[in-house]
């Protein structure tokens, strides 16, 4: 049998033969090279590079057990990946990497490098500002969500795709270890910055009132099938150069609530806030960039709104979906899901087992413990406040009120 | 190709050639008599006998179109119809018929002959009474949705289920039937009793409130995965004998709020209300009869109430939805869920195109004038205050209060 005729865990010189064999424009190259440039857990991400001709690709091959525990995963996840990335792709083309290649076989997506392009979360943590961060990404969500509602599509059809996209296993990754784990330590494997133990336990742990908000947010995830998600946005899924943005990595997608996209964006920009204010020291500069970030948050938020304002009523088929005060009913339901998994966000990234360099990088212990602190206190406000997300300026003005809270 | 190895519409001849070639209880025997018993419009129901040992079955056989408009249906609600009813049996043994056999090819259904029990609505309309029929109901909705919720069952079973039995087409006749054709006569085909077309322009038609209310609702039907639900529990769903209640005809199931079932029922017992106030003569039969039905429609939500509460703790397996408050919060919503699906129900079948014998047997025009317009304020307020809906007493002093309204 044909060495690619069935599936096996692949080496960079694999992906090397693989490439000569399999993609048109590598076909008989001599001069190609490999790399690896992944880090995550499941997949081998390989860079591959024609010398000659300069031309390269990315090929995401899944393999059928996670790197660290061995652990066997449905490789299904590559077929999603693939089938969502198209359809982003023709939702929203400017902001989603092409496809040019899949194979079901050999779990192998192959598509456009991004290597002139960089991941948004090492920008954020050397505090560069990207003016076109919430146009962009207020559009890919509007864009990539709005298509899926049926009240747009026929409701056959969405739930056609509903079955289609249903993701069992990576959604069961979601709710333990953003709505479960960090509140109970369930597993056993929250990583919670020594210093903070207490706190956390305190915080976290013993609070039932909390606990109850997050129960009422996971059974939305659960069971609010509004829209195909991306289900994983945070800041190491979107891609960045000064004037272009695109979002990677929809492995998680299914059909779920729009707000859990747009909340883990804000989720996100609120760890570069508090990395800010950890290590930058006071002055101008932090205060350029923290204006960024504030301004982008209240922005992406407006912008979002702004989009789904227009765009809605062009697009929406349901005569009952068209009745005067449904739009900005459905509005609201989506920024109260944001403000909660903003805050879910930021809460399972400080003490969960999947945690974010802008706060493990953070040098100095007592900055550290501050940020955790700052990051988690900020985040309860989200997710017990949620309702009170009406206007863009609620997350910015929560995070200072819980800052200035923090330093009395 | 022998006679029953492709699809084909049955006839009572048919059925019977069918009983003795293929059911067991039938091999052989000369003396079967065959009576085709339903009266729907998409399926054809024959009760086969064998008149020498009494033995009988019925059989439930699906066509490819509708009989009325031979409008092409998916006969896939068969098999869901087939593997819902042993689910339910399994769940609520004593409430649902036995299956004995399911053809995939010929589309038949084999299940226990109902013939001693006769269906909720006739004898409503003759204004009896079953004391039964609140336990019986409440113990059915309960034991058959809890075990399905994913609190309860692993998440990832019961993604599964809920891609088995998406079930788009009879969604959709939902969808158009209860949540949007009686509020805008979309389709034209409205059937409102003449005399009272300018009263349903004006409540239903013409009110922007209601409108989006219902909107709201039909969000929740299209979105909440929350349980497998019976889909269609009105009284001609419900067979009861004084000692017995069976529920059957579940091919509307799919995974929605579980207020859907229980709301039905209500609306289903405010026609029977109303029925007999507009058809008995006042005095101490009708006051009974009335009480009878106030009383049921009270400890349904009762029952429904305690059941869940009792049970729930013992079952749930997810560390958040067992916090404090949660299952109070998870009931409050499916009270709001049923308290509206009972004014859907109570509007829809009085102005929609599938209509109820409660409202359509009144014979006296000024009676059948009243009691439409009963049903239909009692149902918007049901829509419009539904968030009232904590205490059982919600339904019973709705309905009085626009009766009392409507009498001034």
Redesign the interface.
Known sequence: MPKFDKHFRMTESDAIEYARNRLPGFKGSNDLSCKEIGDGNINYIFRIEDLITGHSVVIKHADERTRSSGRPLDTDRNRIEAEILRLEREYAPGLVPEIYDYDPVMRCLVMEDLSDHRILRQELLAHRTFPRLAEDVSDFIVSTTLPTL?VVLH??RK??L??RY?N??L??IT?RLV??NP??N?AGDNKVFPPNLEFVKKELYEN?EL??E???L??GF?????ALIHGDLHSGSIFVKPNSTKVIDPEFAFFGPIGYDLGNVIGNLCFAWANAFATMESGQERDCYIAWVETTIRDLVDLFQKKFLERFPAVVT????S????LE??LTGILEDAAGTAGLEMIRRTVGVAQVKDLTSIEDSEARIFAERLVIMAGKSFILLRKDFRKSLFIVSTLNEVLSQMRI
């Open positions: 049926d409701p056959s739930k056609e509903v079955q249903s069992p296993q959604c069961d709710e709505y479960t509140y109970t369930a039932s606990h109850l997050v129960a009422k996971k059974y659960m069971n609010n099938s509004q349901d005569r009952m979906a009745t005067d005060g449904y009913w459905f």
